[in-house]
């Protein structure tokens, strides 16, 4: 017979081996957290950026990150929809508006001591609010005039010379220009609509006062108008469509951003491609990002900002530069000679930056959506032959100053 | 003895004042959990200023979101809109189905192999469908454009056109949705009986006077059924016209759900989100009524009205 005795201690030993061994297990788990962008779906990008996780997972014992792929079209919806139920990844890829967005509903962490010391490029100011750093840019890409070098042959430098050069080029289902100009894209149309506006120096607003119907915003928006009355772009045809078309020798000009080139090349490896300043009388242009930031949900906030000091190391921002193609990171990253010499185009896009504005309203960032879709909505009725273009403009001025603030 | 025990049973339970509670329990339960709870959070948040970033915060708004919306042009506009695709949706699958299964119901040599091909649209999933027909409408390379050669609208532009794309929108509802219709239509046809046919002809009425006398006071009441449920359907409709036009161009296919999106997950509006969804209940609620209350009236009237 077994002692009792016996049996207890060995039924303590027992429990306390198990214990331990999940203490020790407990210890050396590493924290798994997560991240979310619609870049880790892509077919082109998608695979370096997963790569650039495993790096980092490679080089750290103490955190794991695993990726979580979310569509472009549905990647802010879904985003917000779990965060506003108190979960969600715990690092985010949003746009910029959307980080606006996020702040307002205190639903992202600072990042104020992961940046300390690191310095990022310019673009990134647009994500400090009120002072805190609440994102760092993932991809930034600025706007120029991309072009097929075999269709133009005299680079349009003025906007009625993109109108000669669009007119000239358009027959037998070729077309001279493509932009966004459907409510089924509201937000690339938001893009396209902004470049034209910038490009004339105008603004959608100023200091927090709307400027829609300011004369700078209306000579942009009449210029994107003239465009479209012209009959040069392929009508109903969206971002997707249009630039596979150009990749396929159907589409001469756009303006578009500095990340489409890779895209295009996706397409076809062949396509001719040549970029130049996108031909409006300023400079200014527009200038569209993906950012990280850390989700308040987060149940591991030290993990993400680990992961967040290690991205912007010197190692990640390179890798990630170099396949971004036209596209800078969120730090400065010298580009490569071979860089250069694959794609010369690259030096217009960088040589826009200091002038590139985000696709936001100066201070009324919060309110994008809004404002964007109130815009859109009376353009649309011009571009239909609803309404005069001034009258929608001074319309969508007088909605967005009824916006609640 | 076995026998005796069990008719006992049966008596027992089917005299029990439990038994009706019994069988509705489950299904109650059911509509009490995935309807009408979240129906009760739907009528909470329409009364409250609720943002999607933050939707446990619950500020309360009174009718401030239904005042608000019974003054915006976009809602009103929504509101015309839904009729009218609703009523479109509802006169286009009812006609459509009742030709197609009076043409079905006749012999005609391959019946069989046309009836299995009519199902084929309805079977289709909702977003194959409208990715599908997005491309046909596409103004350079869609396949109706080619078809209407130069009778093509101005640019190719149909999804695109304020005039055209609830058209279009319609036509793809219409034809998705016709093939039930007809196929539950072409059931109650085999009820009619085929002396009161045979009958009719004798008595030589044509061909008019035969649907309308022997085939029509069969069907009518299915008729009505598909009619309320196309018209509950039909207002509830989101992924079709999301995928085809998201509510575009100008706002001339924004039905009352895609309304509700748009304020939900674009706008992050969610109280004004749930009242646009109130509103919608009430509005299919409302047709349901009239329906009873026809039904009933007819019921009332006899098979003469």
Wanted: proline share 6%.
């Amino acid at each position: 017979m077994i002692n009792r005795r016996v049996l207890g201690l060995g039924g303590s030993a027992f429990v306390a081996t198990l214990q331990g061994a999940r203490q020790v297990r407990a210890q050396a788990a590493p924290k798994t957290i997560t991240i979310a962008a619609s870049m880790l779906g892509e077919p082109l990008r998608g695979p370096k950026l997963n790569a650039i996780l495993e790096e980092f997972n490679a080089s750290q014992k103490d955190f794991v990150v695993k990726p979580v792929t979310v569509p472009f079209s549905s990647f802010g919806t879904a985003m917000f929809t779990q965060m506003g139920a108190g979960g969600g990844p715990d690092i985010i890829a949003f746009d910029q508006p959307n980080i606006y967005a996020a702040v307002a509903a205190n639903r992202l962490l600072s990042l104020d001591e992961a940046v300390k010391g690191i310095t990022l490029l310019p673009g990134n100011n647009s994500l400090k609010i009120k002072g805190v750093q609440y994102g760092v840019a993932l991809d930034i890409g600025n706007y120029a005039l991309i072009y097929n070098p075999e269709l133009v042959k005299k680079i349009p430098t003025t906007f009625a010379e993109l109108m000669a050069e669009a007119k000239a080029q358009t027959a037998n289902g070729n077309f001279g220009y493509a932009f966004r100009h459907t409510r089924a894209e509201e937000a690339g149309m938001w893009y396209d609509l902004s470049n034209f506006v910038y490009g004339y120096g105008g603004n959608w607003s100023k200091d927090g006062t709307p400027t829609i119907n300011a004369d700078a915003t209306l000579a942009g928006v009449r210029a994107y108008k003239e465009i479209y009355d012209a009959g040069v772009i392929p009508r109903g045809a969206d971002a997707a469509t249009y630039r596979r078309m150009f990749a396929s020798g159907k589409i001469a000009m756009m303006v578009d951003n500095g990340g489409v080139p890779t895209v295009l090349k996706g397409t076809n490896p062949n396509t001719p491609i040549g970029v130049a300043l996108a031909p409006f009388p300023t400079k200014n242009i527009g200038q569209v990002m993906a950012a990280l930031a850390v989700n308040a949900n987060s149940k591991a906030p030290d993990a993400a900002m680990a992961f967040m000091r290690w991205f912007l190391g010197k190692g990640p921002q390179t890798t990630v530069q170099g396949f971004l193609g036209g596209s800078t990171v969120a730090t400065p990253v010298p580009r490569t000679k071979e860089e250069l010499d694959a794609s010369p185009y690259i030096k217009v896009f960088d040589s826009v930056s200091d002038v590139a504005l985000p696709f936001m309203p100066p201070g009324l960032e919060v309110q994008t959506p809004q404002i964007r879709g109130i815009v859109v909505e009376q353009v649309l009725l011009a571009l239909q032959g609803q309404v005069e273009l001034k009258a929608a403009l001074d319309e969508a001025q007088k909605r967005v100053l009824a916006l609640p603030r | 003895m076995n026998r005796s025990n069990d008719a006992g049973v049966a008596r027992a339970i089917h005299g029990s004042p439990w038994l009706p509670y019994a069988l509705i329990g489950p299904a109650a339960l059911y509509l009490l959990l995935f309807q009408g709870l979240p129906l009760l959070q739907e009528l909470r948040l329409s009364v409250s200023h609720t943002s999607l970033l933050d939707a446990a915060a619950f500020r309360f708004a009174g009718a401030a979101n239904f005042t608000e919306l019974f003054n915006d042009p976009t809602f009103l506009s929504s509101l015309r809109i839904t009729a009218l695709y609703v009523a479109s949706c509802v006169a286009g699958t009812v006609g459509l189905g009742l030709g197609a299964a009076l043409l079905m119901n006749r012999s005609f040599p391959g019946r069989p192999i046309a009836r299995s091909l009519l199902i084929v649209p309805w079977a289709a999933p909702p977003v194959a469908v409208a990715m599908i027909a997005t491309w046909m409408f596409n103004a350079q390379y869609g396949v109706i454009n080619r078809a209407l050669g130069p009778f093509a609208p101005p640019y190719g532009q149909w999804l695109d056109s304020p005039s055209l794309a609830l058209v279009a929108i319609l036509a793809v509802t219409i034809w998705q949705l016709f093939p039930f219709t007809a196929v539950v239509i072409l059931a109650a046809l085999q009820s009619v009986p085929q002396d009161l046919r045979e009958a009719a002809v004798i008595d030589g009425a044509g061909l008019w006077m035969r649907f309308r006398v022997v085939v029509w006071p069969v069907i009518a009441a299915t008729v009505g059924l598909l009619a309320l449920l196309m018209t509950i359907w039909s207002i509830r409709r989101f992924e079709l016209i999301w995928l085809m036009t998201q509510g575009g161009p100008v706002g001339t296919t924004n039905t009352l759900v895609i309304d509700l999106y748009r304020r939900g997950f674009v706008l992050h509006e969610l109280g004004k989100a749930a009242a646009v969804g109130i509103v919608g209940l009430a509005f299919s609620l409302g047709v349901t009524m009239i329906y009873f209350i026809v039904t009933e009236r007819l019921a009332k009237a006899g098979p003469s009205a």
